[in-house]
């Protein structure tokens, strides 16, 4: 079945450590996003890729870093330089042009 | 510049009475305007999508939307509420052709009573 995967559904990190999420997708689609998700709160976009090797910065991108080796595989680090990482991250992809996102299932991050 | 305003971060319906989740955006170019559902901590389901055909969207589980341009509105309704229809309910604007302008709206919380 075509989809998007995330993993691992849940991650902790201590105080200063880096993390990785991952993102893989068989949809064939070109572009991907991350998102942070905070309790009451809607979307916000961390990153984006259009194309392989090509990435923009979002609204909150301090103190993440992204990768986009290969169209299938879209992976976020949290960096220790992002004061406030506990959240649930959502990764998604489409189509180029205005269709609609599917999303994976989301890696919720506690920070312990 | 897009935005989207979600009129009520809670609902409260019945099971059996209808859903109205109210949805107003703003676009500077003739928008493509999605519903997605949340259940808790699983990522977003599509429910429908408007990208500029007929007006009034047919979704998954019974759910429709009537995008109203005069109004720039969006608001989605379903006849009759189920209780497995609780989950978080958010409207998304797109007016870009590369999609890095999805805009998502705060969200609303549907609650569906027995």
């Known amino acids: 079945d075509g989809g998007i995967t995330q993993s691992p559904k849940y991650l902790f990190r201590k105080e200063g450590q880096n993390v990785t999420l991952s993102c893989e997708q068989n949809l064939n689609h070109d572009a991907m996003y991350w998102y942070r998700q905070d309790p009451g709160q809607g979307l916000r976009l961390i990153y984006y890729?259009?194309?392989?090797?090509?990435?923009q910065k979002g609204d909150i991108a301090e103190g993440y870093s992204v990768s986009r080796e290969k169209k299938e595989s879209f992976p976020l680090t949290v960096t220790s330089a992002q004061k406030n990482p506990t959240a649930f991250y959502l990764c998604?992809?489409?189509?180029?042009?205005?269709?609609?996102?599917?999303f994976g299932q989301g890696t919720r991050l506690t920070v312990v | 510049a897009q935005s989207v305003t979600q009129l009520d971060s809670h609902v409260s319906v019945s099971e059996g009475t209808p859903v109205l989740l109210r949805c107003n955006y703003s676009?500077?170019?003739?928008?493509?305007l999605f519903w997605y559902v949340q259940h808790p901590n699983k990522g977003l389901q599509l429910l429908l999508k408007y990208t500029s055909a007929a007006t009034l969207v047919k979704g998954i589980n019974g759910f429709e939307a009537e995008f109203k341009k005069s109004e720039t509105s969006f608001h989605l309704t379903k006849p009759s509420a189920h209780m497995s229809d609780a989950a978080e309910y958010f409207c998304v604007v797109s007016a870009d052709n590369y999609g890095q302008n999805f805009v998502f709206g705060p969200g609303t919380r549907l609650s569906a009573l027995p």
């Open positions: 890729s259009q194309i392989v090797n090509d990435f």
């Open positions: 998604a992809s489409s189509y180029q042009g205005r269709t609609e996102a599917f």
């Open positions: 676009s500077s170019y003739s928008p493509s």
